[in-house]
């Protein structure tokens, strides 16, 4: 699986693609010397056969690596430099992945734009769409990479690397592998340590991996999944490889989707639900799937309830942003007058964006003791009940996995996004289900958009059903061949 790339040199191939393309702005910053140096040296060492040495990789802007700024995409963290790597990027770099940058996103990974205090990610597909030349921070003609980690999906979508890192809280993967046109897979939660990846709502967080096939999603997966002593929700099982096309191709089980109803909602646009409904034609006319409506009664529930659990848990986790131990300090300070809480105030006002504090209020005011019944404990019970509708339709209907849309429609443009009132999404209904029951879901490319953009669907499986989830793909996504961008080839 080895792309010819790693003969010469993959690193510069990626460099090169990356900084000729600096206007999708996919990176918040580089490591563009050390991993030349790195390649240099692995070439020469060569220490194990792992379908991912010698390649290089991206990772989004929350995974930490050691001495490395890691900035969340936000000027609270700007000058952040990582005291440890993280889990998953150690097991990465143990495997041989060179690691060129680090991507641009949401603000700590709040949002479906990746549009945080570096500016935006735009839609590597928007560049097949004009004949400017000059198109940098032209947001008329730039489309929304969607997100939050868009820098990671839009660097793979437009195959400057073959893999990249991101992590998906509420959709963050899917939502932008949709957008850009690749993989982008989530997996069951507790599978893959959620230690060094900066923390945005603990008991929804997943690290996954973008990659432009899914024997890469399924390397990249093998070589970081299961337990590590340092992060204690991880499942203690040994996990064992998923197995990759060679062996998964033998497979031939008949399948059974389930069709959500309740994911077939009014903002769904048409042309996006005739992708849906052709390919479940296409995969019923190869005899091999059945597909069966299914009812996920919680589902319009689920987004608020996502909301606030999450808002609540991001109230928490940015208590430590006071600009004292790390991070950014304010400078405006008097100091006869100014308190504790004043300067924080300040520090905060002046490093955080208006979606970063919104939900910080939101989560403080739902979690005031008058209002912790309506809305926390109320929540926990939408959870409950969007769990309860999962294992239902999987275990009663017994269906294998589920066939829904990611978004609802084309991105727009960074013009149009700038007008709009987005502090939560709407297409956020698709995504969160999944992490509010900690399931696996792997969004997929489909076919282009009459304007010409990917439209991505997605499967969700059963908690644990992960390698099930992966192998139904693959068998899916060999039944067509999806226009994958390329846009290395025109440097
Ligand atoms: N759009 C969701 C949010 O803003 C998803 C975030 C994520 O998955 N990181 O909360």
């Given at each position: 699986m080895l792309s010819n790339k790693t003969t010469s040199s993959a690193v510069r191939s990626a460099i090169n693609a990356l900084q000729h393309y600096k206007v999708l702005n996919t990176l918040t910053n580089d490591c563009f010397d050390k991993a030349l140096e790195t390649e240099q040296q692995i070439s020469i060492e060569k220490k194990n056969n792992s379908p991912l040495y010698g390649r290089p990789i991206l990772i989004k802007d929350n995974f930490c690596l050691r001495d490395t700024l890691t900035t969340c995409a936000s000027k609270m963290l700007a000058n952040f430099r990582a005291p440890y790597t993280s889990t998953i990027v150690q097991r990465l770099i143990d495997h041989g992945c060179i690691i060129v940058g680090k991507t641009n996103m949401d603000e700590f990974a709040m949002?479906?734009?990746?549009?945080g205090a570096f500016g935006p990610v735009a839609n590597p597909w928007s560049l097949t769409k004009?004949?400017?030349?000059?198109?940098?921070?032209?947001k008329t003609v730039l489309h929304v990479a969607g997100g939050s980690s868009g820098g990671s999906a839009a660097a793979v979508a437009a195959n400057f690397v073959s893999i990249a890192l991101g992590s998906d809280t509420g959709g963050s993967i899917r939502n932008p592998a949709a957008r850009c046109g690749c993989y982008g897979f989530k997996p069951s939660y507790g599978l893959l340590s959620r230690l060094g990846m900066v923390a945005l709502v603990n008991s929804f967080d997943s690290p996954g991996f973008f990659a432009r096939n899914i024997d890469d999603l399924i390397f990249a997966t093998n070589a970081v999944a299961g337990p590590d002593d340092e992060d204690a929700t991880l499942l203690s099982k040994p996990f064992e490889n998923f197995k990759t096309s060679n062996e998964l191709s033998k497979e031939k089980k008949k399948i059974i989707i389930g069709l959500p109803d309740d994911y077939d909602v009014n903002t769904l646009s048409s042309e996006y639900r005739l992708c849906w409904q052709d390919l479940v034609h296409r995969l019923t006319e190869t005899g091999e799937y059945t597909f069966k409506r299914v009812q996920l009664p919680y589902t319009p529930y689920s987004n608020a309830a996502y909301t606030i659990l999450s808002s609540c848990e991001i109230a928490s986790n940015m208590?430590?942003?006071?600009?004292?131990?790390?991070?950014y300090h304010t400078k405006n300070i008097d100091k006869n007058k100014d308190t504790y809480e004043d300067i924080l105030k300040k520090t905060r006002d002046e490093s955080l964006g208006e979606r970063v504090r919104g939900r910080i209020l939101a989560g403080n005011y739902y979690l005031l003791e008058e209002n912790y019944d309506k809305y926390f404990v109320q929540s926990q019970r939408v959870r409950r009940g969007v769990m309860n509708d999962y294992k239902k339709v999987f275990e009663?209907?017994?269906?294998?996995c589920l066939l829904a849309p990611v978004v609802s429609n084309d991105p727009i443009t960074l013009a149009e996004y700038e007008q709009a009132d987005d502090i939560f999404s709407e297409d956020d209904i698709f995504t969160v289900g999944a992490n509010l029951a900690g399931l696996p879901a792997l969004s997929f490319p489909v076919r282009l958009s009459s304007k010409g953009f990917p439209i991505g669907l997605q499967l969700i499986g059963p908690f644990l059903k992960d390698q099930e989830l992966l192998s139904t793909a693959y068998r899916i996504c060999s039944t067509y061949q999806f226009p994958f961008l390329d846009l290395t080839k025109q440097i």
């Open positions: 949002g479906v734009a990746s549009w004009t004949t400017m030349t000059n198109v940098e921070n032209n208590a430590r942003y006071d600009g004292i131990k790390y991070g009663e209907d017994k269906i294998d």
